[in-house]
């Protein structure tokens, strides 16, 4: 048995020209290659914490915040002994916050006067970072 298709030859000129993609608005040619389940996927956020570490001066987590494979948000969680120990916390976290952020790993260097801190701080990311899949 043969197979048939269609064709334009046994059709007139305006037949022929009504099923032909040049026909066409270009609105509706681009409709039709749009799709649209693509564009409803959006990358999703998804948080993950990281192991509680306990440090000699105060208990760090970190909890990040990945949307596709990218850092999008981070907190920490620290609870210091003492105010001396909050103070340090206090201007250390932030920079090494920003830092991560800004290169999207866990190998960040630690911060001079807030060391063990900084390890802690380490550790927990990469506990999170290993959660989201992103080491």
């Known amino acids: 048995m043969r197979s048939r298709s269609l064709t334009t030859a046994g059709l007139g000129a305006a037949a022929a020209a009504a099923i032909?993609?040049?026909?066409?608005?270009?609105?509706?040619?681009a409709k039709a290659r749009h799709h649209p389940a693509k564009a409803r996927r959006r990358a999703v956020t998804r948080t993950y914490k990281g192991k509680i570490e306990q440090t000699f001066y105060s208990n760090v987590?970190?909890?990040?915040?990945?949307?596709?494979?990218r850092i999008t948000s981070l907190s920490v969680s620290a609870n210091p002994q003492d105010q001396q120990s909050?103070?340090?916390e206090a201007y250390a976290l932030p920079i090494l916050r920003t830092e991560v952020?800004?290169?999207q790993t866990y190998r960040v260097h630690t911060i001079s006067g807030v060391t063990i801190t900084s390890q802690g701080f380490i550790l927990s990311l990469y506990?999170?970072?290993g959660h989201?899949?992103?080491?």
Do not use: D
């Not at 987590?61 to 494979?69: L, R």
């Not at 989201?132 to 080491?135: D, G």
């Open 20 to 29: 032909t993609p040049l026909a066409l608005p270009a609105a509706s040619v």
């Open 61 to 69: 987590q970190v909890t990040i915040k990945v949307q596709g494979k």
């Open 86 to 88: 909050y103070a340090r």
């Open 101 to 103: 952020l800004k290169r």
């Open 127 to 129: 506990s999170a970072m």
């Open 132 to 135: 989201a899949h992103l080491v």
